[in-house]
């Protein structure tokens, strides 16, 4: 018969173990699978959009215990210490940390509503207050954008020579540019471009980065410019992006790189 204080032990201890059996998942061929695990995974499938429900952690649960079972196989044949798994499990680590790093970075130098509303001015001040639909020609050589301005003013349809511009985007489109604002093109593009009437033909070759164009300009609206609230999500991510390349050149410049 067993004694009372026995009895007391035996229940002092199997509640002292409730924790640590509340902590494990499973335990595989004597090794604990952590509960931590599952609810990782089952955060990261909530990020894809699962629903945390019994089924889907029971899923897990089964899925942890084969991942656990395979990796101890892949551990027994020495697979792990292979130079190219090794090599892999290194860029998976760094890939997970630096997304830590980012995250937490981001957490602590948050996009402010001020910094999207200036970004969002900024923006609509180089958009201006017009749109422009222009077609355009471009030529290698100078004396082959003045032959093209020659024929036009002689009848010749702009439609007809745009099939030969080297902007093989709009050549089979009569050079058509579709409605833009000014600040689309290059400086001396728009430049030109804004310096011309309704219907008109540039005069002289435009010269450009990529080569000489003649333009003209078929139409001008008032621009349509999305609302702050429409663009906020993208203006923000944007400016996200900029302090993180901010954040990457401040350390790149301490870093000792030889």
Do not use: C
């Not at 032959?147 to 709009?170: C, M, N, P, R, Y």
């Not at 540019?177 to 001396?188: G, M, R």
């Not at 003649?214 to 991510?237: F, N």
């Not at 944007?238 to 790149?252: A, H, I, N, Y």
């Amino acid at each position: 018969m067993t004694s009372k204080p026995a009895r007391l032990l035996a229940i002092l201890l199997a509640v002292a173990a409730l924790p640590v059996m509340a902590q494990n998942l499973a335990t595989v061929n004597g090794k604990a699978v952590p509960s931590s695990r599952a609810d990782a995974m089952v955060k990261q499938m909530a990020t894809q959009g699962q629903q945390d429900t019994p089924q889907l952690r029971a899923m897990v649960k089964e899925e942890l215990i084969n991942r656990e079972i395979l990796i101890q196989e892949a551990d027994k044949q020495g697979l792990g210490n292979t130079a190219d798994v090794k090599n892999q499990v290194e860029i998976a680590r760094q890939s997970i940390v630096i997304r830590s790093l980012v995250t937490d970075y981001l957490k602590k130098h948050p996009v402010s509503d001020a910094e999207i509303k200036a970004e969002y001015d900024r923006f609509k001040a180089q958009a201006g207050d017009k749109e422009y639909k222009a077609r355009h020609i471009l030529v290698e050589k100078e004396d082959d954008a003045k032959a093209i301005i020659t024929k036009l003013k002689a009848g010749a349809k702009f439609e007809d020579l745009a099939k030969q511009s080297k902007d093989t985007g709009s050549a089979g489109n009569g050079g058509d540019l579709d409605w833009a604002s000014p600040a689309s093109f290059v400086k001396e593009f728009s430049t030109a471009l804004t310096g011309l009437q309704k219907g008109q033909v540039t005069e002289t070759p435009v010269r450009t980065q990529f080569g000489y164009h003649v333009i003209r300009l078929d139409d001008v609206r008032p621009a349509k410019v999305p609302s702050l609230e429409e663009v906020k999500g993208q203006i923000a991510e944007s400016l996200q992006q900029k302090k993180l390349q901010e954040f990457q050149k401040e350390l790149r410049a301490k870093a000792k790189i030889s």
